[in-house]
């Protein structure tokens, strides 16, 4: 493969919920290991890894209080160092996540920092006395609140767009970047592949602290009454990714993938913006789609701007869900329908164009969990509910087999399993060559034998209402790709996805020359097609041009 992070497929593994080794509820990195043949198996290139570093816990793990030391609760730098080996082992790569826009309040560098007015790293933080015995601007917390929290032991007020447990670092201070940077470096020596950065739209704030405007939000939180010009997405951000660019890539074949975190309903050209021409962000995620309904249009045209925004030396990312949004079964559910578009929505997040991120569980169709308030232990969901129920029904165990606590632990885990854990496992799954899990198999390994699926060009094919259509060409067809020419013939693929309720007939517009190779309706895909094909309710083909 030309470069893994573009045609290769990544899994996010949400450590607390994936597998818990030593009876405490909580899942850990012996666990991890002891899952890898799954993830060989499922067929995936890379794991990212939400938070694995010391932490007091205030965002699960999202406050870190010492970059290099793991959190005893997930394991020891030893657990860490044979997870590495044994995942590489297996071919499969390991990102860490980097949370450096803010440090936990328990971090070294702030404990200094809040010493006193004048302690060395005083300005690795951003404090200010205020105006008149109030805050310096209008800014608000991202978790309720303003970002000011006054310090009385100093008398100054500190900075955090999240919690006031995380104080946001300055970025501007070139000591804070060298200091970061020596963070990333202490992984990527260790042979860490890459990371996925936390907020890095965040990093840099305006500078004079002048007030964002008001406008009109769609969410309850007083943060989104706000336009975010002067407390995020600075223009100075691209000075600084291509900085990070230049040390990330001196180390061979790693990488770095932004969380871009913008407001409903999304941004897609801004999330394009950091990666430059190329030579800003390796990767970053486009959100857009979070907020769209199942809706063939909706998505063209989310995915439409996304692309358009997108550098041609740069590459895009595919992804439906995290541990921050609603799982993206659940949000597209709609009766017995459901378990259709999970299929459909598979083809879509493996064969667009741009780097899939696969978030653990939804594999096997892993649903939304619903949480008793008593058992809501997020942090947004503590503050919001009922408004917002926050983010523990989409960070619920992972469903192993279908025993008490599904095969993820021996004891009551830290979230709630889900109920269906009987009936959606991965052990149950593995065995029914119909089920959720055995079709991201096979789409996977469509994929990685077709160079157009994994790394060619896109283009938009002719459609009915409530169709997506679109063509993936070979590389060595087109300059921006031809990294590595195909040593083979260009065989494009065509993917159509039916959005409606409805059986839709599509015409092809070149008859004769495709054959099927996938369709999410068993019985039904493979063989020779002719002038059209019949798409039923929530169905996704594959097709592949013979020449
Ligand atoms: C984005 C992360 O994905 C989220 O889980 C976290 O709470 C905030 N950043 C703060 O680090
Ligand atoms: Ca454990």
Not at 333 to 341: A, F, I, L, S
Request: hydrophobic fraction near 35%.
């Amino acid at each position: 493969m030309a470069c893994w992070w573009k045609n290769g497929i990544v899994y996010q593994i949400y450590p607390r919920s994936f597998q818990d080794s030593n009876g405490d509820g909580i899942g850990d990195i012996p666990g991890i290991i002891s899952r890898l043949d799954y993830l060989r198996d499922l067929g995936v290139d890379a794991v990212w890894l939400s938070p694995i570093f010391q932490s007091p816990m205030a965002d699960f793990g999202y406050d870190i209080s010492d970059y290099r030391a793991i959190d005893p609760v997930f394991g020891s730098l030893a657990d860490f160092d044979r997870l590495l080996a044994e995942a590489h082992a297996r071919g499969i790569r390991v990102l860490l996540d980097g949370v450096f826009n803010h440090t936990s309040e328990k971090h070294p560098w702030f404990l200094e920092s809040a010493s006193s007015r004048s302690n060395p790293k005083r300005d690795w933080y951003l404090w200010n006395p205020g105006i008149k015995g109030k805050p310096p601007s209008n800014w608000m917390a991202v978790f309720g609140g303003r970002v000011w929290e006054k310090h009385p032991a100093t008398g100054e007020y500190y900075m955090h767009a999240f919690l006031k447990e995380q104080p946001d670092l300055n970025w501007h201070n070139p000591e804070v970047r060298k200091a970061v940077f020596g963070e990333m470096k202490f992984w990527l020596d260790r042979g860490v592949d890459g990371f996925r950065l936390d907020v890095v739209n965040y990093y840099l704030k305006d500078a004079e602290l002048r007030n964002n405007p008001f406008t009109m939000g769609e969410y309850p939180r007083p943060y989104d009454l706000q336009s975010h010009v002067y407390d995020r997405d600075r223009p100075e951000m691209h000075a600084l990714l291509r900085e990070l660019r230049t040390m990330i890539d001196t180390y061979p074949d790693r990488m770095t993938v932004g969380e871009v975190m913008v407001d409903k309903p999304g941004n897609p050209e801004l999330s394009a913006s950091y990666l430059g021409a190329g030579d800003e962000l390796h990767l970053a995620f486009d959100f857009t789609v979070f907020w769209r309904k199942w809706n063939a249009e909706s998505f063209r045209e989310a995915i439409g701007r996304y692309y358009s925004g997108i550098h041609e030396k740069a590459w895009p990312v595919i992804t439906f869900s995290n541990h921050d949004k609603p799982r993206a079964i659940d949000r597209y559910q709609n009766g017995p329908e459901t378990v259709y578009r999970a299929r459909a929505a598979a083809v879509l997040l493996l064969t667009l164009r741009g780097t899939p991120f696969i978030y653990y569980g939804e594999e096997i169709g892993l649903r939304q969990g619903k949480i008793p308030r008593k058992r809501i232990v997020d942090p947004l969901g503590v503050k919001y509910w009922p408004v917002n129920p926050g983010r523990d029904g989409e960070r619920t165990p992972m469903q192993w087999t279908g025993e008490t606590h599904a095969g993820f632990s021996t004891v009551e885990p830290w979230l709630p399993v889900n109920r269906d854990h009987q009936r959606v496992n991965a052990q149950g799954e593995s065995q029914d060559p119909h089920s959720l899990l055995s079709l991201y198999k096979k789409i996977i390994s469509i994929r990685r034998d077709r160079p157009a699926l994994h790394s060619g060009s896109f283009r938009e094919l002719p459609a009915p209402k409530g169709v997506f259509a679109f063509l993936r060409d070979a590389p060595g067809a087109h300059s921006e790709l031809s990294e590595e020419a195909s040593p083979e013939p260009v065989k494009g693929c065509a993917v159509f996805v039916n959005f409606t309720s409805a059986a839709v007939r599509c015409s092809l517009s070149e008859p004769g020359v495709w054959k099927g190779v996938f369709s999410t309706h068993t019985g039904k895909g493979e063989g020779k097609v002719e002038a059209g094909i019949i798409l039923q309710p929530d169905e996704a083909v594959i097709l592949e041009r013979n020449p």
